[in-house]
């Protein structure tokens, strides 16, 4: 069972950047697509951005567009998350996914899920 191991999470001023990485447990895992979610105390799951893990296309939730960017490592199996100009509204636990037939905005078709991290953006 591949595992998803998130990092890079943490405590950050508005305005500030975070990188988030999320690393897959077996270097010979090939998703079809892999993903950020995040959730906010008292609010559902929110897409925050996908990428097509052998084309590279990206897609992003409307409150992270142009703040954010996903990329990719594909020999370390490992994503990235660049977050900069960070909001308050940007505190939330983020999930690393993965899904290994199609891409999707619903949390619910994801195969993989990570722990989580905690991003928390206060001054």
């Known amino acids: 069972q591949v595992q998803l191991v998130e990092s890079g999470g943490g405590l950050v001023q508005p305005g500030d950047s975070l990188r988030l990485s999320c690393a897959a447990s077996?270097?010979?895992?090939?998703?079809?697509?892999m993903g950020w979610f995040r959730q906010a105390p008292g609010k559902e799951r929110e897409f925050v951005s996908a990428?097509?893990?052998?084309?590279?296309?990206?897609y992003y939730g409307d409150d992270v567009k142009g703040r954010f960017a996903t990329s990719r490592d594909n020999a370390k199996s490992t994503m990235y998350l660049q977050m900069d100009s960070l909001k308050p509204e940007d505190t939330a636990v983020y999930y690393c996914v993965a899904a290994l037939t199609y891409f999707s905005f619903s949390p619910h078709h994801y195969n993989y899920w990570g722990q989580g991290t905690q991003v928390t953006v206060s001054s």
């Open positions: 990428i097509i893990w052998s084309g590279g296309e990206t």
């Open positions: 077996e270097r010979t895992f090939s998703p079809y697509a």
